[in-house]
């Protein structure tokens, strides 16, 4: 058995979190609540990461919180969709709340092992 990657872990979790999100169908309020916490955590990996988290997860936070975009505009902006109230309330929060982590400044050191040494 081929062990599993990271990527892998990242893209099937994002994929079972916001299946509703692709297939342009309401969202219970236990999913809402899923997709709101699956957001915290991309969020967090991205912008304030915990010590020791590797460079790749946050790479591929980022990937995944542009896929979730892409899919909730393309859900919100289909005639086709039937979603209710809450639904379309919920993925314009969505929206907005990956936009915003994605255009928040991010600071991080470049190169932490780097040491220069000047001189002799």
Partial sequence: MEPVTLAEVFSGVRE?????????QNVNSFRRNLQ????DILARILV?????VPED??????ADLAD?????GATLKSPAA?????????????KGRIEATLDAKVE?????????T???
């Fill in 16 to 24: 079972a979190i916001w299946s509703e999100a692709r297939a342009a």
């Fill in 36 to 39: 709101r916490r699956h957001l």
């Fill in 48 to 52: 304030s990461p915990a010590p020791g």
């Fill in 57 to 62: 997860a946050r790479t591929l936070a980022r």
């Fill in 68 to 72: 979730i975009l892409k899919d909730v």
């Fill in 82 to 94: 039937r979603l209710d109230r809450i639904t379309r309330a919920h993925l314009e929060e969505t």
């Fill in 108 to 116: 991080r050191e470049l190169f932490p092992r780097l040491t220069l």
């Fill in 118 to 120: 000047v001189g002799g």
